[in-house]
């Protein structure tokens, strides 16, 4: 959709500058903690361990902070964290999906409810809002110095499900099983993404612009800092164009 390529470019070197800080890093380590305790600790054989740990190492993660997190999933003991999914509206009646990894419910519930409120939106009832999106991977590409005939024959060649060309940006959309051979194929090829990730994206699309454009992408940057909170999906149209005017507000 416009504008969700343009806000995965953002989010990505968001990410680089946040991890200076640490925050990303911390959400990555739960993120790969939990994927070993379920899958095993080898990423060969866990394909949710080996995104999380391509993610690490996208941002920059040192080894031995990779080799821990994944070293404490396989050990046991430690803290016990729930996974969830909250689901909710915002401004202009933008869908909101909300992955939260918590060691509490009760608390995680309120504080979301909360921020989503401050926001302009609501919480949701289960179900209210996930039918519209589906998981999918996400292989984003700056335009500049990108020849975008031979970008879209190497996807169609991989196998991509869907490619879409914004202003600045070309998404490669494929299925979740296919996501790391596509990505990889393409980088033999040397196309070398700004973002890939496994992702929710929606099948219905809300366009904002203005005031309530500025409040839901305001809202989504809230949700997603939250010490609680792996991932934010929202269904927002919004342009290449006010997404920048707005990013330097």
Request: proline residues 3%; aromatic residues 4%.
């Amino acid at each position: 959709m416009s504008g969700h390529s343009k806000w995965a470019t953002i989010k990505h070197a968001k990410a680089k500058t946040d991890a200076q800080r640490g925050k990303v890093f911390t959400k990555i380590i739960r993120e790969i903690t939990s994927a070993a305790k379920i899958g095993g600790g080898d990423p060969g054989g866990n394909p949710r361990l080996r995104l999380a740990i391509d993610k690490a190492k996208a941002a920059n993660m040192p080894g031995d902070n990779i080799k821990r997190a994944v070293e404490k999933g396989t050990g046991g003991g430690g803290t016990v964290l729930e996974e969830l999914t909250y689901e909710g509206y915002g401004p202009g009646g933008v869908a909101i999906m909300i992955e939260v990894m918590t060691d509490n419910r009760n608390r995680a519930a309120g504080e979301i409810r909360n921020l989503l409120e401050k926001g302009g939106g609501n919480l949701g009832s289960a179900g209210s809002v996930a039918y519209i999106f589906k998981r999918k991977g996400s292989i984003v590409f700056e335009k500049t110095g990108v020849n975008e005939d031979q970008l879209t024959m190497a996807a169609i060649d991989a196998g991509a499900e869907d490619i879409s060309s914004e202003e600045s940006t070309i998404e490669v959309v494929t299925t979740p099983e296919d996501f790391e051979k596509i990505r990889d194929a393409l980088k033999t090829k040397g196309f070398n993404p700004s973002s890939a990730e496994v992702t929710m994206v929606p099948s219905t699309t809300v366009k904002l612009t203005g005031e309530p454009a500025q409040k839901a992408l305001k809202l989504v940057a809230n949700l997603e800092d939250h010490d609680d909170v792996q991932a934010v999906h929202a269904n927002f149209d919004i342009s290449d164009e006010e997404i920048e005017r707005i990013s330097k507000l």
